[in-house]
C-alpha cells in the first residue's frame, strides 16, 4: 500500500503535540463529516485513519520510524468525538449555542416563568368506565399566591425597570466557540424577560407568586377510557413564576381488571360454565352483564365447550361517544365431579345407547 502523509492531510508538524493534533483533527472532522451539507465522506475517512494512527503513541512511532500505513488503515467506522474533552480549557463554552449558531439561530431559553407540568395516576374499575365520571383528587404543587395575584410584588408597590437589561427584557452575552466570537441576545436572567422587576418584593412569596399548597382539582373522565390513556388538564399543573404561564396537568388512567370479564379493545369476554344436560338439550339462562344487570342468554342444543357466543352492544361504550362494543361468551361444558346412584345408571343406560 503507498505510503500516506498523515500528518499533511491533518495539516499539522512532524513535531506537533498530541493536544494540537487532537485540535486539527476536530476542526478537520467538523468541516467534512458527511452529515454536513458540504461534507465529504472519503476526506472525512482519510482525516479518521490519520487521526487514529497519530493520536496512538506507539502506531505514530512505527510509522515515523517506517512511514508505512500497512495495517493502519481502517476507514470503516469514525473515531468518537468527545466534544466535551476537546471544549476544556475553553471557559463558557457551550455546543447548544454553537449548534445554534450553525442553524442561523439566536439562542432562546425556555420561559423560565411557565411552572412545570404535573403527570398522575388514577385507578379506576372496569365497571365505572361504562360512563362518563368525575374524580377529585388532591395535589401539593404551587399555586398562585393569593397575596400578591401572583405578581410577586408586595401590595401598594409597584413595578421598576430591570436594571440588568435596561428594560429591553434581553442581554447580549458573548460566546466562544472553536469558530471565534459569536454574540448571541438571550433572556435576561434578572427580570425573566419582562424588562421590570418589583420594587418591593412580597413578603409572603417572597417575589415568586407563588407558593406551595394544596389544591383538590375535579378530572373529568368520559366512557369508554381505557389503560394507560391520558387526560390534559390545561392550567392545572404548578402555577407559574412572577404571574408566568401555569403549567399543565396529565392523567394517565389505569383500568383495574376484572374478575368476571376481560376488556379486548372495546369488546368484553366472560366465560359461562352450564351443565351437560344444558349443552345437549339447550337451555335459555341468566347471564350478569358488567353492569350487574341479568341478561337472558339462549344456549342452543349439543353446544360443544370453546362455542362462543355473541352478544350486541353489551361490551364497552366507545371512547367517542357513539355505539358500543359486544359481550362475547365462552361455553364451558363441567363434567359432573360427583354422581348419585341414579344419576350413574342413568350414565350407563346413555353408554350404552353410544351417548
Not at 498523515?6 to 487532537?22: C, M, P
Not at 447580549?172 to 471565534?180: F, H, P, S, Y
Not at 421590570?196 to 407563588?210: A, D, L, S
Request: contains cysteine; hydrophobic residues 30%.
Amino acid at each position: 500500500m503507498a505510503s500516506k502523509d498523515y500528518y499533511k492531510i491533518l495539516g499539522v508538524e512532524k513535531s506537533a503535540t498530541q493536544e494540537e493534533i487532537k485540535k486539527a483533527y476536530y476542526k478537520l472532522a467538523h468541516k467534512f463529516h458527511p452529515d454536513k451539507k458540504d461534507g465529504d465522506e472519503h476526506k472525512f475517512k482519510e482525516i479518521n485513519e490519520a487521526y487514529q494512527v497519530l493520536s496512538d503513541k506507539s502506531k505514530r512511532a512505527q510509522y515515523d520510524q517506517f512511514g508505512n500505513t500497512q495495517g493502519f488503515s481502517s476507514g470503516q467506522g469514525y473515531t468518537h468525538v468527545n466534544w466535551q474533552d476537546f471544549a476544556s480549557g475553553m471557559p463558557d463554552f457551550d455546543f447548544e449555542d454553537l449548534f445554534n449558531i450553525f442553524q442561523g439561530r439566536t439562542s432562546q431559553r425556555r420561559d423560565t416563568r411557565k411552572g412545570n407540568d404535573i403527570e398522575v395516576e388514577i385507578i379506576i374499575s372496569l365497571a365505572s368506565v361504562l360512563e362518563n365520571q368525575t374524580k377529585q383528587i388532591k395535589l401539593n404543587k404551587y399555586v398562585s399566591c393569593s397575596r400578591c395575584a401572583g405578581s410577586g410584588v408586595e401590595p401598594g408597590a409597584s413595578f421598576k425597570t430591570c436594571p440588568t437589561c435596561q428594560g429591553k427584557g434581553r442581554v447580549e452575552e458573548i460566546k466562544r466557540t472553536i469558530l471565534g466570537s459569536f454574540a448571541q441576545v438571550k433572556v435576561c436572567p434578572e427580570c425573566s424577560g419582562q424588562g421590570t422587576i418589583p420594587e418591593k418584593e412580597c413578603n409572603v412569596c417572597q417575589g415568586e407568586g407563588r407558593i406551595r399548597s394544596e389544591e383538590i382539582v375535579s378530572i373529568k373522565i368520559p366512557q369508554g377510557i381505557d389503560t394507560n390513556q391520558v387526560l390534559r388538564v390545561k392550567g392545572k399543573g404548578d402555577a407559574g413564576r412572577k404571574g408566568g404561564e401555569p403549567g399543565d396537568l396529565y392523567v394517565r388512567i389505569i383500568v383495574e381488571k376484572d374478575s368476571n370479564f376481560e376488556r379486548r379493545g372495546d369488546d368484553l369476554f366472560m366465560i359461562l360454565p352450564i351443565t351437560m344436560s344444558q349443552a345437549v338439550l339447550g337451555d335459555k339462562v341468566k347471564v350478569k352483564t358488567l353492569e350487574k344487570k341479568e341478561i337472558f342468554v339462549k344456549i342452543p342444543s349439543s353446544v360443544q365447550t370453546g362455542k362462543i357466543l355473541k352478544v350486541s352492544n353489551k361490551g364497552i361504550p366507545h371512547f367517542s361517544g357513539f355505539g358500543r362494543g359486544d359481550l362475547y361468551i365462552e361455553i364451558i361444558v363441567e363434567t359432573p365431579q360427583k354422581l348419585t346412584r341414579e344419576q350413574k345408571e342413568l350414565f350407563k343406560k346413555l353408554k350404552k345407547e353410544g351417548l
